[in-house]
């Protein structure tokens, strides 16, 4: 693995955990290759820019090209229309390109819409909803029926054929109530993912698109969040690679410098940062489903900024990624 980098901004020593690559965010990959051919003396068209940007994602599609990539997808980019097409075009995209995306999607903003539009409190313990039967009934709704199949939409007229689902549909997932049940409600956790119902929609080139709500034995329909969902099914299918879509650049060193980025990483380096307190916050459930995957089979997992337009295809097509990978 990469040896780290020293800043550009001097700053005191940092005592980095082991297998530990710290980078500054860069620009998509379209941008540094126009610099790159700008330097040179001839002159380059439109189309030689394509061209070349394609012949340098070429090894990249050849590495993941078959293999299961796990999307899930929620925050800015989910509530900013120009990212969420950029999200969805990257779907279709590397689905053309002969990869196999699967996406896993929350809704909490919309939910909180509707929520608000009934005039049915909103309420957090820990950072979880506090979902009674009420709520319970309006998260369905919203992340099974509106939010899912508006993204099936998306990606149907995109070109890519997008099966919508969430945890009921052949008890793909099955859900148990969460420890802390008294006081969250129907908020659940993965008791188990069966998917056999994802494989000939994957096989067929189409991509499904996933609800976090699921029910457990008795019908009793739960909340999950999405990063565990997301997790848990690349684990089961699997997966190459778990992308998880936030509203922050990535894992930092220094959480009140947004430079020292965290390129790579590894559990045994994960797991230092989180008890130094490095990482800490909504940062610790992500890394801890990263994690999860990772030792069950996932060979690496990112937590990427979703606020870069076509920061899937940073990640996945480009040296420089865009967020922090992790690996086993």
């Given at each position: 693995?990469?040896?780290?980098?020293?800043?550009?901004?001097?700053?005191?020593?940092?005592?980095?955990?082991?297998?530990?690559?710290?980078?500054?965010?860069?620009?998509?990959?379209?941008?540094?290759?126009?610099?790159?051919?700008?330097?040179?003396?001839?002159?380059?068209?439109?189309?030689?820019?394509?061209?070349?940007?394609?012949?340098?994602?070429?090894?990249?599609?050849?590495?993941?090209?078959?293999?299961?990539?796990?999307?899930?997808y929620g925050g800015a980019a989910m509530k900013s229309e120009?990212?969420?097409?950029?999200?969805?075009?990257?779907?279709?995209?590397l689905s053309c390109v002969g990869l196999r995306p699967v996406?896993?999607?929350?809704?909490?903003?919309?939910?909180?819409?509707?929520?608000?539009?009934?005039?049915?409190?909103?309420?957090?313990?820990?950072?979880?909803?506090?979902?009674?039967?009420?709520?319970?009934?309006?998260?369905?709704?919203?992340?099974?029926?509106?939010?899912?199949?508006?993204?099936?939409?998306?990606?149907?007229?995109?070109?890519?054929?997008?099966?919508?689902?969430?945890?009921?549909?052949?008890?793909?997932?099955?859900?148990?109530?969460?420890?802390?049940?008294?006081?969250?409600?129907?908020?659940?956790?993965?008791?188990?993912?069966?998917?056999?119902?994802?494989?000939?929609?994957?096989?067929?080139?189409?991509?499904?698109?996933?609800?976090?709500?699921?029910?457990?034995?008795?019908?009793?329909?739960?909340?999950?969040?999405?990063?565990?969902?997301?997790?848990?099914?690349?684990?089961?299918?699997?997966?190459?690679?778990?992308?998880?879509?936030?509203?922050?650049?990535?894992?930092?060193?220094?959480?009140?410098?947004?430079?020292?980025?965290?390129?790579?990483?590894?559990?045994?380096?994960?797991?230092?940062?989180?008890?130094?307190?490095?990482?800490?916050?909504?940062?610790?459930?992500?890394?801890?489903?990263?994690?999860?995957?990772?030792?069950?089979?996932?060979?690496?997992?990112?937590?990427?900024?979703?606020?870069?337009?076509?920061?899937?295809?940073?990640?996945?097509?480009?040296?420089?990624?865009?967020?922090?990978?992790?690996?086993?």
């Amino acid at each position: 693995m990469l040896a780290a980098k020293t800043l550009i901004n001097p700053s005191p020593p940092l005592n980095l955990p082991p297998k530990l690559t710290l980078r500054r965010p860069k620009p998509p990959f379209s941008l540094s290759i126009r610099n790159s051919l700008s330097d040179s003396q001839a002159p380059t068209t439109p189309g030689q820019l394509r061209v070349d940007i394609l012949s340098e994602s070429l090894p990249f599609i050849q590495k993941f090209r078959g293999k299961t990539i796990v999307v899930k997808y929620g925050g800015a980019a989910m509530k900013s229309e120009s990212l969420q097409a950029s999200v969805v075009n990257d779907l279709v995209l590397l689905s053309c390109v002969g990869l196999r995306p699967v996406l896993v999607h929350g809704g909490g903003p919309e939910i909180n819409h509707w929520l608000k539009r009934l005039n049915i409190e909103v309420s957090f313990h820990d950072g979880l909803r506090v979902t009674d039967a009420a709520t319970m009934e309006i998260v369905s709704m919203v992340l099974a029926g509106k939010v899912n199949k508006n993204l099936v939409s998306l990606i149907d007229r995109a070109g890519v054929k997008a099966i919508g689902l969430c945890g009921f549909d052949g008890r793909l997932v099955t859900a148990r109530p969460a420890p802390n049940a008294a006081k969250l409600g129907f908020v659940g956790e993965v008791a188990r993912v069966d998917p056999t119902v994802l494989w000939s929609i994957v096989n067929d080139g189409h991509i499904p698109v996933i609800a976090s709500v699921a029910a457990d034995e008795t019908g009793q329909q739960y909340n999950i969040n999405a990063d565990t969902v997301a997790g848990e099914l690349a684990a089961a299918l699997g997966a190459e690679k778990l992308i998880l879509l936030t509203d922050v650049a990535g894992i930092l060193s220094d959480r009140n410098d947004t430079f020292s980025l965290v390129k790579e990483i590894d559990i045994k380096g994960v797991k230092k940062m989180v008890e130094e307190g490095t990482i800490g916050g909504g940062m610790i459930p992500k890394v801890n489903c990263c994690v999860r995957s990772l030792a069950q089979g996932v060979k690496t997992a990112s937590i990427v900024d979703g606020r870069v337009p076509h920061s899937l295809l940073l990640e996945i097509l480009t040296d420089e990624g865009a967020g922090t990978m992790i690996s086993g």
